[in-house]
């Protein structure tokens, strides 16, 4: 049962990953590319009608980690206490400065929250890139000083940072240097993403400058995941015993190398929705391939006193797992008739839906 | 220690708080919006339709506000009460996962179609996402005072050897005795805010001779609905969820009422006075005699047990503030539903609009619906107090053990400013919607 959860879990997250990480990296591509008015309001037509529902996918990842995995959530949540909240407070940033900006004609509004827009979502993207870093990384769960737990041996609470900004330092921070790696992966892997999302989404002046930027970040994400994958090494000695125990979980890094390389063809696209489709599929691949490296754990343990968390020592009871299969079926059809709606009265170009004009 | 649990507390109830004033608002004005709608659908008076329009934009903003300020209320049970979630995770993460995956997702798939999509839908299919819309908010209500109830009154639960909760039986969770009382008095409620917010808008647009149209028929909208929901959300609901109290939290119920003595032959309602808890007692106390028993029991000399037959350990944590939650509830209530007969009297003798001092009392009434809410939740978290779980596990052992107070007082902080950035752009924003008033469309 807890396996059911595990994967429910997994595929909600990167479907909000694909989905709010679309906003994020629109969010990005608005604050570095987007100079003239008519492209920042193709930007936020392209998102408009979909951001509130997209981030919706965080809220509901969030309920069934609570509801399925109560000790992975009630751990994480109050070890990761800063980032969380300071994430909480970049997405009121991202709501406001998408919501409030057309409220209002005066160039100095807009130009806070144009601002206020960018940058919050440049921030997040950031800060779930680190936060996978984290994850990937494991905590001192126990906050074990000199071979004893000083708290319950499944809690723990990092800093942001301390002052090595190391990930095998004996105190760690949230942000060292191998999270803050992952961290610029997804900065530069969302600002793709948004891109193509904008590409697919509209007939702005933008796009063809927009296929060229794709094109060369194209680069910077390549050297930037081998980066990565070189110095993996250091946070675990033995990154491949899953794939060797189980080969087919090499399908997530092969879906992943596909997404990247795919994306180098992107100046002869045909249909504008195949650069979105390749760049959704290095998230998934790559989100994948990371939480199935340290499968079944979900959070490592770095010292030897404390088991790590997995997906057996974190889960709720079986009652109340097999009961919520039920009702999650139901809601999950209901979502996908939602969706499948939404996406279907606001399917094609969005330059005229007239997002923020009230 | 101390400090943790303090600033936890004092986190927790700034953001629901500041939260909550904005469902209470999406819930109600749903409600409107669809009756506005539907007006429009079977008398085709453009109008009404202009109505619907002008209040969905002051829903939205609301409504992106609520989103917000929600989210938080969410993640702070992990960040903040970690204890609690890892102990009862298992129970209330059914009914919080359900608010995401049946209410969340409907709300807000449909907002945008409800908000963008009239021409590409057309009139019917736009009164349906407006339905749905009104849907989810009622919903996520729902299994918000489903996770609230089973805290008030705990079922379908055992207790593991390692102190964890957990469910053996999903539908004793809607079954709950305490559910559907507080529902329909919490629902109720929030009709009561969108009322008054409809009509003191309509009273300001009468009182400034501009948008006399609409004026009036946001007065007599608000007039009917808020009357309606004043009656009901007192008798019966009100009735049920204060029996509710009463049997099963009679310590609250005596803290609430004021009641000190147990008083043979039956026990006064007390309406004005002032809890003296060093000395046990009622300072300028005034009181009508056996009410109490009459309304808890029907019967006028019931006994109803005070606060000094309890252990001093079993009262609420902070009574005062629980009795003042309590009265400044009903003492505002009273006020609506009399302020509201009357104006749905002037309303009938075709008077209501011309009298100035009935449309004034409406203005200022304004804020009060959004006090007598909050005070109301007060009312009934105070009295759960010093429990998370009523009887089963206290709010101390409900911390996040790892989170010290200085981290707590630094996000505390954060929340306190940035809310009140949110707070007066609200203000400014739903300030500039009103002033510039409805369109009129020409058809």
Same mark, same amino acid.
């Given at each position: 049962m807890e396996l059911f959860w595990y994967i429910v879990l997994m595929i909600m997250l990167t479907v909000y990953i694909i989905l709010d990480g679309y906003d994020f990296g629109a969010g990005i591509v608005h604050l570095f590319f987007a100079k003239e008015e008519k492209d920042k309001k193709a930007i936020t037509n392209a998102i408009g009608p979909f951001w509130d529902a997209n981030e919706v996918w965080l809220i509901a990842v969030g309920g069934v980690l609570f509801f399925a995995f109560p000790t992975l959530y009630a751990s994480s949540f109050s070890g990761f206490y800063l980032p969380l909240i300071m994430i909480l407070w970049l997405l009121i940033f991202r709501a406001i400065g998408l919501e409030l900006r057309g409220q209002v004609h005066n160039k100095m509004w807009e130009a806070i929250w144009d601002k206020a827009f960018g940058i919050s979502s440049l921030l997040l993207a950031l800060f779930f890139g680190i936060a996978l870093g984290n994850v990937v990384r494991g905590v001192n769960l126990g906050m074990v000083t000199d071979g004893v737990s000083t708290v319950e041996a499944h809690y723990f609470f990092l800093p942001l940072w301390n002052p090595t900004f190391s990930p095998t330092a004996e105190h760690l921070g949230i942000i060292d240097w191998f999270t803050v790696l992952l961290g610029l992966v997804a900065v530069v892997a969302l600002t793709i993403h948004g891109a193509n999302w904008i590409i697919f989404k509209t007939n702005s002046g933008l796009n063809q400058k927009l296929r060229k930027v794709v094109f060369r970040l194209n680069f910077v994400l390549l050297a930037l995941v081998i980066i990565s994958l070189s110095v993996w090494h250091n946070i675990e000695p033995n990154p491949f015993h899953n794939f060797m125990e189980y080969p087919w979980f090499w399908i997530f890094p092969i879906l992943t190398f596909t997404g990247l390389l795919g994306l180098f063809k992107v100046k002869s696209f /045909? /249909?504008?929705?195949i650069g979105f489709l390749f760049s959704s599929l290095f998230l998934f691949g790559g989100l994948t391939t990371t939480v199935a490296s340290i499968f079944p754990k979900v959070l490592p343990s770095t010292n030897t006193v404390n088991p790590s968390l997995t997906i057996q020592n974190v889960a709720a009871h079986e009652y109340g797992l097999t009961v919520g299969v039920y009702w999650f079926v139901i809601a999950a059809v209901l979502v996908a008739v939602y969706m499948f709606i939404q996406y279907r009265v606001f399917s094609g170009k969005m330059d005229d839906v007239g997002y923020g004009e009230h | 220690m101390e400090d943790m649990i303090f600033y936890d507390r004092m986190q927790f109830a700034f953001t629901i708080t500041f939260h909550y004033l904005f469902p209470q608002l999406t819930m109600g004005l749903s409600l409107m919006i669809v009756y506005f709608k539907w007006k429009f659908l079977r008398s085709k008076i453009e109008k009404y339709n202009d109505a619907a329009k002008f209040w969905m934009k002051i829903f939205a903003l609301n409504f992106a506000m609520g989103v917000v300020t929600g989210i938080p209320m969410e993640f702070q049970f992990g960040t903040n009460w970690a204890k609690f979630s890892e102990l009862t995770g298992g129970i209330i993460g059914q009914t919080l996962a359900m608010e995401g995956m049946f209410s969340f997702f409907l709300e807000s798939s449909f907002l945008g179609l409800f908000l963008f999509g009239e021409k590409l839908l057309g009139q019917k299919l736009h009164f349906l996402t407006g339905f749905l819309v009104f849907l989810g908010s009622w919903a996520s209500g729902y299994l918000i005072i489903a996770t609230h109830s089973w805290m008030q009154f705990p079922v379908g639960y055992e207790i593991l050897e390692n102190g964890k909760f957990v469910l053996n039986n999903f539908g004793a969770l809607f079954s709950n005795p305490w559910l559907m009382p507080a529902y329909l008095h919490n629902q109720l409620a929030s009709v009561i805010t969108s009322s008054f917010v409809v009509a003191a808008i309509g009273a300001f647009y009468l009182l400034n001779n501009k948008h006399s149209d609409f004026g009036k028929l946001f007065v007599k909208t608000g007039v009917i609905f808020g009357l309606i929901s004043s009656v009901l959300v007192a008798f019966p609901t009100g009735d049920w969820v204060a029996k509710n109290v009463a049997k099963h939290q009679p310590v609250a119920f005596a803290a609430m009422e004021g009641i000190f003595e147990t008083e043979t032959g039956g026990s006064e309602i007390v309406l004005i006075g002032q809890p003296d808890m060093e000395n046990k007692k009622l300072d300028n106390k005034i009181a009508v005699p056996n009410v109490l028993s009459f309304l808890t029991?029907?019967?006028?000399?019931a006994e109803i047990k005070g606060l000094n037959e309890f252990d001093e350990s079993l009262y609420p944590t902070n009574v005062p503030g629980l009795y003042y939650s309590y009265h400044i509830m009903v003492g505002l209530g009273t006020l609506f539903i009399g302020l509201m007969a009357i104006a749905a009297l002037q309303l009938y003798r075709k008077k209501l609009y011309k009298s100035k001092w009935i449309l004034w009392s409406i203005l200022f009434m304004l804020p009060f619906p959004y006090i007598a809410n909050t005070t109301g939740w007060y009312t009934a978290e105070l009295g759960r107090q010093p429990w998370l779980v009523y009887n089963l596990l206290k709010t101390s052992e409900g911390i996040s053990p790892t989170v010290s107070s200085g981290n707590t007082l630094f996000t505390l902080l954060g929340f306190i400013g940035l809310y009140l950035l949110l707070g007066l752009l609200f203000l400014m924003l739903a300030g500039k919607i009103i002033n510039k008033g409805p369109e009129t469309s020409n058809h």
């Open positions: /045909k /249909k504008e929705g | 029991y029907q019967n006028w000399e």
